[in-house]
């Protein structure tokens, strides 16, 4: 394929030839999967209709067979649900990325899934998972290195575009250089509100694609306030996880312990729209009640809903409704006000000989209010550092 691509035409050309070869690929694919699927079928009324003239060693082989036709099956048919998806839309960003010591950059088109033109022997979508993916989420223009199978690339990036394609129709591109208008953010925004949690690989950004490429850690936390993205982020590492590892980690592998089914079905979509299909799921109740069973007892959901209806002037009726309340939310901030005012009682520091006064102390301290208790004590300790070693010339560490 010609590799100068500049213009929005030459870009609205180039989609199309891709998205030609992709369904050239999807036709294939889906005549596999219709044949795979006739000889599987064929299989089954063979050993139904002629089981009771075979030994049991004859049987075995032939469900054992039919067992790997539907294992080959199942592959072809996720392989021709990738390119479906990629049909519509095959890419959301590219780079123009020129290694170190190249004579020109190479175009970088990156999807949810890759494509490889096997005629021309070349990657014409590279997945968002893919090493050399990882620049688009970490680099702007300028220097830029990825860590390939090989070690480390490093080079130029060159230019940085993404995309929004619907059904397979170019709907708009951006150079990432210039400021996105504030009524594009706005649309791009309101899209991502349903009552399905979306996949994010056309956003994810920097600090969020160092988690989800973490290969190195055994363990990962993922913390957060509610609403920050640590549910998604999550979802993406599994996608991540499930393709960096994909000789030693398999779905079978990974288990999504959700707090409640309603939950379960919010972030159902998107495993799959990311390629990733069968992962097992379960939630908390579910595992209390696998885990403890009959040893100890305990309250699911539908005995507290089924105890709110049945129980007449139940006191557990009144504790629902006053959790509930206003009047409620106003005593726990009351609470949060005392603990600030009273928890706390600054005395006076001593410093390398230097005095702090308490009331400086506590001055400081009720200045830092909006931040997290423990983390506001270690900032006041190096607020209080920095100014002694300011105004006294010294060298102290906080």
Do not use: C
């Amino acid at each position: 394929m010609h590799e100068r691509v500049d213009t929005e035409t030459e870009e609205r050309t180039r989609l199309q030839v891709v998205r030609a070869k992709i369904k050239t690929e999807l036709d294939e694919a889906s005549a596999r999967v219709h044949a795979q699927s006739k000889d599987l079928r064929e299989l089954k009324k063979f050993l139904s209709e002629n089981k009771s003239d075979m030994d049991h060693v004859e049987k075995v082989g032939v469900r054992q067979t039919a067992d790997e036709m539907g294992r080959v099956g199942d592959h072809s048919a996720l392989g021709a649900l990738r390119l479906t998806r990629l049909l519509k839309s095959p890419y959301f960003g590219r780079l123009d990325f020129k290694p170190e010591g190249g004579s020109h950059g190479s175009l970088v088109y990156v999807g949810i899934h890759s494509f490889h033109d096997s005629e021309a022997r070349t990657h014409l979508v590279h997945d968002w998972r893919a090493p050399v993916s990882s620049m688009f989420y970490d680099y702007e223009h300028g220097e830029a290195s990825y860590e390939a199978p090989s070690g480390v690339v490093s080079g130029e990036i060159l230019r940085k575009r993404q995309y929004r394609i619907e059904d397979g129709e170019l709907v708009f591109m951006l150079e990432s250089s210039l400021n996105i208008m504030d009524s594009v953010l706005q649309e791009e925004l309101s899209r991502a509100s349903s009552d399905k949690m979306k996949n994010i690989v056309a956003t994810i950004q920097r600090d969020q694609n160092a988690i989800i490429r973490d290969d190195v850690s055994p363990a990962l936390i993922i913390q957060g306030a509610a609403g920050s993205g640590k549910t998604s982020i999550a979802l993406h590492r599994i996608a991540f996880l499930l393709y960096r590892f994909k000789d030693s980690i398999t779905s079978d592998d990974i288990l999504i312990v959700s707090p409640n089914k309603v939950f379960a079905s919010y972030i159902s979509s998107v495993l799959p729209e990311l390629g990733e299909e069968n992962i097992r799921e379960t939630t908390m109740e579910a595992l209390a009640a696998r885990l403890l069973g009959p040893k100890i007892g305990f309250q699911s959901f539908y005995d507290q809903v089924a105890g709110l209806f049945e129980r007449a002037n139940d006191p557990y009726r009144e504790r629902i409704r006053f959790k509930s309340s206003r009047e409620f939310l106003a005593k726990l901030d009351d609470y949060i006000r005392h603990v600030k005012f009273t928890n706390f009682l600054a005395g006076e520091v001593h410093v390398a000989g230097h005095a702090i006064p308490a009331s400086t102390v506590a001055e400081l301290f009720h200045r830092m209010g909006a931040m997290p208790l423990a983390s506001r004590i270690n900032s006041v300790m190096e607020s209080l550092v920095q100014t002694l070693a300011r105004e006294h010339s010294l060298e102290l560490k906080a």
